[in-house]
């Protein structure tokens, strides 16, 4: 009786045991984009430099626009105009003639497509933060020219980081999300631990390798690269 407890109990520590997968990784930022402006023109002010803390919606860019503006005050005003125009004489719609109304109406509401558009015309000339992050790269000055999305003016980085891992294909199978993954930067001692969040669904035709995701702090910089081990369950 005890010889077969024990027979079973080495085949349950078998089946429990956690295989270790060898993976490799890099650091890499949640986003990281090249920003540029769907409008041409002249670098007029820069905002931010490299390594600038920016909040998603903060300015960084601003092409020479005081034509822009310009244009954008004066048909606004127009704009404001003509709504407060037929607003006062729809309030009074039983005395006015029909076509008269419909006439303030159609002016109104022409105007305020041309306020629209060239209020779109203008907020492209300005370049803002899409995310949250850090500005890792100017490769525009004040006075350069712009030749629209072609020219990439920043790249920014958001804030949060992950790791990428790539293992041996043939795990394919094992390593599953949740799974914990003990590694170390660039061949250090220092043991750190996180857990797999995403697994991509394609093998690298080149390497035959899988590749994962995880989450780590903040503070690590993108292109810190390092190794370790993925906890099979």
């Given at each position: 009786?005890?010889?077969?407890?024990?027979t079973a109990?080495i085949?349950?520590a078998?089946i429990?045991?956690?295989?270790?997968?060898?993976?490799?990784?890099?650091?890499?930022?949640v986003?990281?984009?090249?920003?540029?402006?769907d409008?041409?023109?002249?670098?007029d002010?820069?905002?931010?430099d490299?390594?600038?803390?920016?909040?998603?919606?903060?300015?960084l860019l601003?092409?020479?626009?005081?034509?822009?503006?310009?244009q954008?005050?004066?048909?606004?005003?127009?704009?404001?105009?003509?709504?407060?125009?037929?607003?006062?004489y729809?309030?009074s719609?039983?005395?006015?003639?029909?076509?008269?109304?419909?006439?303030y109406?159609?002016?109104y509401?022409?105007?305020e497509?041309?306020?629209n558009?060239?209020?779109?015309?203008?907020?492209k000339?300005i370049?803002?933060?899409?995310?949250?992050?850090v500005?890792?790269?100017?490769?525009?000055?004040?006075?350069?020219?712009v030749?629209?999305?072609?020219?990439?003016?920043?790249r920014?980085?958001?804030?949060?980081?992950?790791?990428?891992l790539?293992?041996?294909s043939?795990?394919?199978?094992?390593?599953?999300v949740?799974?914990?993954?003990?590694?170390?930067?660039?061949g250090?001692g220092?043991?750190?631990?996180?857990?797999?969040?995403k697994?991509?669904p394609?093998?690298?035709?080149?390497t035959?390798?899988?590749?994962a995701?995880?989450?780590?702090?903040?503070?690590?910089?993108?292109?810190?690269f390092?190794?370790?081990?993925?906890?099979?369950?």
């Amino acid at each position: 009786m005890k010889n077969l407890l024990f027979t079973a109990a080495i085949l349950c520590a078998g089946i429990l045991h956690a295989e270790d997968v060898y993976a490799i990784f890099n650091v890499k930022a949640v986003q990281d984009a090249n920003l540029s402006l769907d409008s041409g023109g002249i670098v007029d002010k820069i905002l931010v430099d490299v390594d600038t803390q920016v909040k998603k919606g903060d300015v960084l860019l601003t092409l020479a626009n005081k034509d822009k503006a310009s244009q954008l005050q004066a048909i606004k005003e127009q704009y404001l105009f003509a709504k407060a125009q037929y607003e006062r004489y729809n309030k009074s719609a039983d005395v006015v003639d029909r076509n008269t109304l419909d006439q303030y109406h159609s002016n109104y509401k022409k105007l305020e497509a041309d306020y629209n558009y060239y209020q779109s015309s203008y907020e492209k000339s300005i370049l803002r933060a899409p995310f949250n992050g850090v500005i890792a790269e100017k490769k525009i000055e004040v006075g350069d020219g712009v030749s629209g999305a072609s020219t990439i003016l920043l790249r920014l980085v958001s804030t949060n980081k992950k790791i990428v891992l790539q293992f041996d294909s043939k795990y394919q199978d094992k390593v599953r999300v949740g799974d914990l993954y003990e590694y170390s930067i660039d061949g250090g001692g220092v043991k750190k631990s996180t857990t797999i969040t995403k697994i991509y669904p394609a093998i690298d035709t080149n390497t035959r390798k899988m590749t994962a995701e995880a989450m780590v702090e903040n503070s690590m910089v993108p292109g810190l690269f390092g190794d370790g081990f993925i906890k099979t369950r």
